[in-house]
């Protein structure tokens, strides 16, 4: 009977992480997308020098950070993945967005600053409930670099 | 170099897979599950078929524990197989530390204690009748002589009674209860013993260590979420014993039975009261580890109506040994039916 409880709740968070975790998934996708073609102007580039003609611009740092929870779902597919080994999709979605999603909040810093373009763009992550241990995890990224702004003068 | 002038549009699909996120989990859960039950299956049948070669001895070793005080039964229990000395002044030492109290505390106490100790003969004596029944059972069913029980009677009021390691057997006093012949309660006590004749405990120990060990293994990695499910689930049921279990030791405790009265007359009494009690366990049936009792009741008749007709011999109820019977008309008093109507049962 225990076991038939224990069970219930077992379906029960799984569902629901399912169901939320999906359902955000899409609708995180949908407004990446949206953004990532109203921001297209804004060019992003790893070079560490900036060509020529931004030689006259101000410049500035600019970052954009996202923390995305997984879902219940998503752990146990990766639990159950990692028994077996292979490219664990449920939480490639998840780096996508996150990543994705610090860029497009870089973006508009620079879009809000006026800048054209950002360069020398750099990623980090970290993990901040990774070290709880046995909790459900989540995923961060920071996207920084310089903003170039035509100047005034 | 050619400055861009707007970001690409980067193809979906790369860095993402866009496959249903459910095929994936499915493919997972039902290729994992399958060796999953496979692996189980197989340690499963080696531990049963490798654990009756463990030497009982090894059992006896792992129950024996430096005075019985320690022992991890004494929490449920408060049978003592020799008299332990309390700090407080114990069953022996009752006069002397009631001296040197004052008067009307010493009047109470003493009167305690005086109860406390006439309950604590009893179940001694209790214990010495169900020790000599147990004894002189084995022989009639053919137990290997390295094999030895130790009868412990539980303080529970609901009937029941297990076999553990190193044959240790637990009868509670709800079953003394519940049973109005030496021939019933024998019954309860020979499929116990049977249990610890064929290695049952010793077996679902196995069984039991070397799930933990995959559960731990498996799981190990990814902590909470498969473990729960793995450890809780369906795994754990396997760790008591199983039907055929049960059968085969109710087989050899009606041959038992048959070998020691010379009939069985009596034996189906307590099953027959447990379910009039509270019937059968119905749709629960499915998750229970021991045949219906029905089903039991049924085995039991069917073998006396058998004797029956092949031999007349008399057919008489042995009465309980003296011993019991005082402490059954006492367990009687302070226990109500509804004790009757519990889940759990272990006999």
Do not use: C
Request: hydrophobic share 45%.
């Amino acid at each position: 009977m225990e076991a038939l409880i224990q069970l219930g709740i077992f379906t029960f968070l799984l569902l629901a992480g399912f169901v939320f975790g999906r359902r955000a998934e899409k609708k995180h996708y949908r407004s990446i997308f949206e953004r990532e073609d109203r921001f297209r102007h804004i060019v992003v580039t790893n070079e560490k020098v900036p060509s020529p003609e931004f030689i006259q611009h101000d410049f500035t740092m600019v970052a954009g950070n996202v923390v995305i929870s997984v879902d219940y779902f998503k752990v146990v597919s990766a639990g159950l993945r990692s028994l077996v080994g292979g490219r664990i999709s449920a939480y490639e979605s998840l780096l996508d967005r996150a990543r994705r999603e610090a860029l497009l909040r870089m973006q508009e810093q620079a879009h809000a600053r006026g800048a054209q373009t950002v360069i020398n763009t750099k990623f980090e992550t970290s993990r901040v409930s990774g070290n709880a241990g046995q909790g459900i995890g989540s995923m961060e990224v920071l996207a920084y670099g310089t903003a170039l702004i035509p100047s005034r003068a | 170099m050619i400055r861009l002038m707007q970001n690409p549009r980067i193809p979906e699909g790369i860095n993402a897979s866009e496959e249903h996120p459910l095929k994936e989990f499915a493919l997972l859960f039902v290729g994992v599950a399958l060796s999953l039950v496979l692996l189980v299956v197989m340690l499963s049948v080696t531990a049963q078929q490798l654990a009756p070669y463990i030497p009982f001895r090894w059992e006896q070793q792992l129950t024996q524990f430096d005075g019985l005080k320690d022992a991890p039964w004494e929490d449920l229990s408060t049978d003592r197989d020799e008299p332990i000395a309390e700090p407080a002044g114990g069953v022996t030492a009752a006069g002397s530390t009631a001296a040197d109290s004052t008067a009307a505390d010493s009047t109470t106490a003493d009167a305690k204690r005086a109860t406390q100790a006439a309950e604590q003969t009893l179940k001694q004596q209790a214990q010495t009748s169900l020790q000599a029944l147990v004894t002189s059972l084995a022989v009639s069913m053919a137990i290997p002589s390295e094999m030895s029980f130790q009868v412990h009677l539980l303080d529970d009021p609901a009937p029941n009674a297990f076999a553990t390691l190193g044959g240790h057997i637990f009868v509670t006093q709800g079953l003394l209860a519940a049973v109005s012949s030496e021939n019933a309660l024998a019954m309860v006590l020979a499929h116990e013993m049977a249990h610890v004749k064929f290695r049952h405990p010793i077996q679902a120990m196995s069984r039991g260590a070397l799930l933990q060990l995959i559960i731990t293994m498996v799981g190990g990695g990814q902590g909470v979420a498969l473990n729960g499910v793995l450890g809780q689930t369906g795994l754990l049921t396997l760790l008591s014993f199983n039907r055929d279990m049960e059968r085969e030791s109710d087989a050899a405790a009606m041959a038992g039975l048959t070998q020691h009265y010379g009939h069985l007359v009596g034996a189906e009494e307590f099953f027959s009261e447990v379910l009039a009690r509270h019937g059968d366990a119905g749709w629960r049936a499915a998750f229970e580890t021991h045949p219906a009792t029905q089903e039991r009741v049924d085995a039991i008749t069917a073998r006396i109506k058998l004797m029956q007709t092949n031999e007349e011999t008399s057919q008489q109820l042995t009465p309980l040994d003296a011993g019991l019977l005082v402490l059954k008309a006492k367990s009687e008093q302070g226990i109500s039916l509804k004790h009757m109507s519990r889940n759990r049962r272990n006999f």
